[in-house]
């Protein structure tokens, strides 16, 4: 007989593969296209930051922090969660510096939820969220939001919740839609929330990305709700440093402890010198930054909206986050995959295949295939080009 080597790939690996994101990336990097694929936010970073970070390799701040961050850092975070969130977090025991948001995600995973508990998504996901929770052998609840609208069925939400439930997972703005939470969605989520004791874990990553006069609301302002609520966000988007890995969480002091172990376990801390850089940030840009950033991609919002209707891609227009989701119909191709391929190759403008924020219908089919996300966080003179492109596809 033959025999059957024990060196083999994990139960969950051959279900997690290399996003459609970095697939799509490394694809328009081969032939030289406009990356509107992955959200590297390329834009110029705000010069405070970059000269704080300089300072602080020069001044020797090359080696680990401490678990949590930098006492600098957490109390600029604890300020801005009080400024513009409206939340209060003891800087030393309630905000934990992370590596990434995505890295507060892991450790809070890690700290709250056992393998077998199911969680809570809405659809359109961020494929991250999903497969952390696949590689943490937890299992995603999938509520499908309304396409276009967004709008939520909450009696569905009621409906999904099991005695396996422990928690939800908010995306607010949301990647890919740019859907923006309510204040009577997150009171109606509140309420299911403490109805079932669950977790709400909030990844407000693009808080300051709105649009339209929208208003960002934390779900952890929302009564009944700061001790459940685990936030998280970061500098990444903000300040235009995706590759510093510079995030953060806030969370009651009950459960800081073993976030914060977690995430040194698996990270150790957060780069130091990006601590400092952010740190900086907080303290030196005020709130009209802010706003000229809002109003600076609504107007790359609205760029790239056009372009797409030029293109006959009809987009859903997102009130926040800074990306679209357009209708890929006329798109040739069997799927969404084929067709973000073939307008990568008629256009040199790199998309993601909405599937891969969707889950599949009791057909079988997933619901994003005829759906393409765009990012417009990018320099002026390569958005023009990528809607130079789409515009003359028509």
């Not at 694929?37 to 300089?54: F, K, M, N, R």
């Not at 740019?178 to 509140?190: D, I, N, P, S, Y």
């Not at 919002?301 to 989701?325: H, I, N």
Request: charged share 20%; proline share 5%.
């Amino acid at each position: 007989m033959p025999v059957v080597s024990r060196l083999q790939l994990s139960e969950i690996s051959p279900r997690i593969m290399q996003s459609e994101i970095r697939s799509m990336s490394v694809e328009c990097d081969r032939i030289g296209g406009v990356n509107l694929a992955q959200g590297v936010c390329d834009t110029p970073l705000p010069a405070a930051v970059q000269e704080a970070a300089i300072h602080a390799i020069e001044d020797g701040h090359n080696i680990y922090t401490r678990l949590d961050g930098i006492a600098l850092l957490r109390e600029a975070i604890a300020a801005k969660l009080a400024h513009y969130n409206g939340i209060t977090a003891d800087p030393h025991g309630e905000v934990l510096v992370t590596s990434g948001a995505t890295a507060a995600l892991y450790a809070a995973l890690l700290a709250l939820l056992n393998p077998g508990d199911a969680v809570v998504m809405f659809e359109p996901f961020y494929g991250y969220h999903l497969n952390t929770l696949l590689s943490m052998r937890l299992l995603p609840t999938l509520i499908p939001m309304a396409k276009g609208t967004w709008e939520i069925d909450f009696d569905q939400v009621r409906a999904s919740i099991t005695p396996n439930t422990r928690a939800i997972i908010i995306n607010s703005p949301s990647n890919p839609c740019g859907k923006v939470f309510t204040r009577a969605e997150l009171e109606t989520l509140a309420t299911i929330a403490i109805e079932h004791d669950l977790f709400v874990i909030t990844d407000e990553i693009y808080e300051y990305f709105l649009y339209d006069g929208t208003r960002h609301i934390s779900p952890a302002t929302i009564p009944g709700m700061a001790g459940r609520t685990i936030g998280i966000s970061g500098f990444s988007k903000t300040f235009s440093i995706t590759g510093w890995r510079a995030g953060y969480l806030w969370a009651s002091k009950e459960w800081m402890p073993s976030i914060a172990y977690f995430h040194d376990l698996t990270y150790v801390c957060a780069p130091s010198i990006a601590q400092y850089g952010a740190a900086a940030g907080l303290a030196q840009l005020t709130d009209d930054f802010y706003a000229t950033l809002s109003t600076e991609y609504g107007q790359k919002r609205d760029q790239l909206c056009s372009a797409l209707s030029a293109a006959g891609m009809e987009p859903s227009v997102p009130p926040g986050a800074y990306y679209v989701l357009a209708d890929a119909t006329a798109i040739p191709g069997a799927d969404a995959k084929q067709k973000a391929r073939t307008l990568l190759k008629e256009t040199g403008v790199a998309s993601v295949a909405g599937s891969a924020f969707f889950g599949v219908d009791k057909n079988g089919r997933n619901r994003g295939e005829n759906l393409l996300r765009f990012c417009f966080a990018k320099k002026e003179h390569d958005l023009k080009r990528a809607c130079d492109a789409l515009r003359a596809r028509s």
